[in-house]
């Protein structure tokens, strides 16, 4: 069996013609689209820009909705595939009432006491459902806590 190493090839006796680098055009509007100190005083090109992109992550996970008064809020987080409602800062002083616990209960919401939250799975077949039916909940128990406080529900109360 032969070897599948690569040899050099052998020297060409063929005279091969230099041929001299243009100097790159340098036109105002390359130069104007990025500042003199990214350029360092040369023209870029759209693949070394493209290079230079700074990409900006969305938190997680990231608030859908928020009443402050009523100390509701409603989140989703994409890495652990969840839904969440979380009351106050979640804090035991926070609990809401056993009323709001059962509405919670009866919608498939589980207490996660590592983040004081009550979880929802998103599975992939019903995302859309449950992002649905998380925001009906938000309502649902954002207006017993507000009706349980004594606080007027307004139409700029929800988010």
Do not use: C
Not at 28 to 51: C, I, M, Q, W, Y
Not at 67 to 91: C, N, P, T
């Amino acid at each position: 069996m032969a070897s599948r190493k690569r040899t050099p090839a052998p020297e060409s006796t063929e005279t091969s013609t230099t041929v001299a680098e243009l100097p790159e055009a340098e036109t105002p509007a390359a130069t104007a689209e990025l500042p003199a100190s990214e350029t360092n005083g040369k023209a870029t090109s759209f693949a070394d820009r493209v290079g230079q992109k700074k990409w900006s992550f969305t938190p997680d996970p990231f608030g859908i909705a928020a009443d402050y008064l009523a100390g509701v809020h409603l989140f989703e987080s994409k890495r652990d595939r969840q839904v969440a409602i979380r009351f106050g800062e979640g804090r035991l002083e926070d609990k809401p009432s056993q009323a709001v616990i059962d509405t919670m209960k009866e919608a498939g919401y589980r207490w996660n006491p590592t983040d004081r939250i009550w979880a929802h799975p998103v599975l992939p077949e019903s995302a859309l459902g449950t992002r649905i039916e998380a925001e009906r909940l938000y309502q649902t128990v954002r207006k017993m806590i507000r009706a349980e406080k004594g606080i007027e529900d307004g139409p700029e109360a929800s988010r």
